[in-house]
């Protein structure tokens, strides 16, 4: 089993719609959590932090469920410039500290 | 520096050669990782610097595989003897803290293993 699991997509949605992406980890002791969006040839950027308490920034929602272990990204009134790869990132103790990333989530906004 | 900055971005080789790659990380940054991205794939984790000492090396092919971070010199990354599955695009990150530090990272250098 991955350490980092996301549903690689497509998500094909039109403009305006609200989008859902989830993902799970296997490591309970993984201590920090981010979602990275990666542009296609172009290096991942940070989204944002994902916290127990949740955490919004503008359109984007994050959600951390320790319990389950699982993160989810909501985003809402999309745009097409939100096409791109959307990452689960994950940091975590595994033989050392390490940063795990997942597969990647491919949204395509359109028209 | 204020960015990652990696070279070549481009690098091609023939099966068995060298390739050494190089990331300058952001300045003030202890800790340098590496990753290898194949095809759009997932990002596999190489090695983790903190400054020079390292981290976590786990992830690297240690036959073929080895990485430096030397005081006042960028951070390399060499390949002796590739293979064609090298072919990759191999991404650095830079970071202020290990474990809850937000990676910035360089735009990568594609290596193409003829």
């Known amino acids: 089993r991955k350490e980092v699991e996301q549903d690689p997509g497509p998500f094909n949605v039109p403009e305006g719609a609200t989008v859902a992406f989830n993902c799970t980890y296997s490591?309970?002791?993984?201590?920090?959590f981010f979602w990275y969006r990666q542009d296609c040839r172009k290096e991942p950027k940070l989204l944002m932090s994902?916290?127990?308490s949740g955490n919004e920034d503008g359109r984007f929602t994050a959600q951390l469920n320790r319990a389950s272990q699982y993160i989810s990204l909501l985003i809402r009134d999309s745009k097409l410039s939100d096409s791109a790869t959307y990452l689960c990132?994950?940091?975590?103790?595994?033989?050392?500290?390490?940063?795990?990333f997942g597969a990647g989530t491919r949204l395509f906004v359109k028209a | 520096g204020e960015e990652v900055a990696q070279t070549p971005k481009h690098l091609v080789r023939g099966e068995g050669q060298k390739a050494k790659l190089y990331c300058a990380p952001i300045?003030?940054?202890?800790?340098v990782f590496w990753y290898q991205q194949v095809l759009k794939n997932e990002f596999k984790f190489l090695i983790s610097?903190?400054?020079?000492?390292?981290?976590?090396e786990t992830g690297m092919p240690k036959e073929r595989f080895s990485a430096k971070c030397l005081p006042n010199s960028p951070c390399s990354l060499e390949i002796q003897a590739t293979k064609l599955e090298d072919s990759a695009v191999y991404f650095c990150?830079?970071?202020?803290?290990?474990?809850?530090?937000?990676?910035?990272f360089g735009e990568g250098s594609r290596l193409t293993v003829l």
């Open positions: 300045k003030g940054h202890s800790y």
């Open positions: 990150a830079s970071s202020q803290r290990q474990v809850t530090g937000e990676l910035f």
């Open positions: 990132v994950v940091n975590g103790v595994t033989g050392g500290f390490k940063t795990i």
């Open positions: 610097f903190q400054n020079e000492n390292v981290f976590d």
């Open positions: 490591n309970s002791a993984s201590q920090s």
């Open positions: 994902v916290y127990s």
